[in-house]
């Protein structure tokens, strides 16, 4: 099983939204609505921001938002806030009881 | 609220073993949704799940690593531990544990994280 593929960089300004694009392949995001969204701070350990391709943990901002089509799975953040400059991964089941992570993407707010 | 917390050397020599332990507080590691499990951080780079155990001991590895990764629990102590063997310079990072829910595939409770380095 292979990394699934994210940019490596993203940026935008405050107020505007991003998109966070994760690619994998028929084997993993094509089959499984089993993609995670992680966002990490530096030095902290990762923290789920999104489940099952939609859905928030509670306490999760509804700013945050995902989707999936085909092999690609994505990450919304609308109205970018300083605090959402971090490192984010996401993740899918690759069948085999095999979980799989993309190589992040840090996110820059200008 | 449950708590995860790994512990361990954060010194390794190459082509030994790297052991970690992984302590469950506030909560019981016999939880039937929940698998048990390692995911790690080479410096500057991103996540790698290693695996993860459920309180039966039953497992499952990354096809990588899977010729030299044994995790076991312990279900009496509510712990769970982390076996790499042979480690090279490529081994040393960040190591943390994490909770998995079972069907969602989620890693949603993290520890703070260990850092391991290879060397002679």
């Known amino acids: 099983q292979s990394a699934l593929t994210q940019p490596a960089f993203v940026s935008g300004s405050p107020g505007q939204s991003i998109t966070i694009p994760c690619t994998g392949t028929s084997r993993d995001i094509g089959s499984y609505n089993h993609v995670s969204w992680y966002q990490q701070h530096p030095g902290k350990a990762p923290k789920v921001i999104l489940y099952?391709?939609?859905e928030r943990p509670s306490g999760v901002s509804d700013r945050l938002s995902g989707s999936k089509s085909g092999n690609t799975a994505s990450l919304t953040i609308s109205g970018l806030q300083a605090d959402d400059e971090a490192d984010y991964y996401c993740?899918?089941?690759?069948?085999?009881?095999?979980?799989?992570f993309g190589g992040g993407t840090k996110l820059t707010v200008l | 609220q449950v708590q995860l917390q790994e512990s361990g050397p954060g010194l390794v020599k190459p082509s030994e073993t790297l052991t970690l332990t992984c302590s469950v507080s506030g909560g019981s590691i016999m939880g039937t949704t929940y698998y048990w499990g390692w995911v790690r951080q080479p410096p500057g780079k991103g996540l790698e799940w290693i695996g993860n155990?459920?309180?039966?001991?039953?497992?499952s590895y990354s096809p990588s690593l899977k010729s030299r990764v044994h995790i076991s629990v312990d279900t009496s102590k509510d712990q769970f531990s982390l076996r790499l063997s042979s480690v090279t310079a490529a081994d040393s990072a960040v190591y943390y544990c994490?909770?998995?829910?079972?069907?969602?595939?989620?890693?949603?409770?993290w520890g703070q994280g260990t850092p391991v380095t290879v060397s002679s």
């Open positions: 099952e391709v939609t």
């Open positions: 993740s899918s089941y690759a069948g085999g009881s095999i979980l799989v």
């Open positions: 994490a909770r998995r829910q079972g069907y969602f595939y989620v890693m949603d409770l």
């Open positions: 155990v459920f309180h039966t001991g039953s497992t």
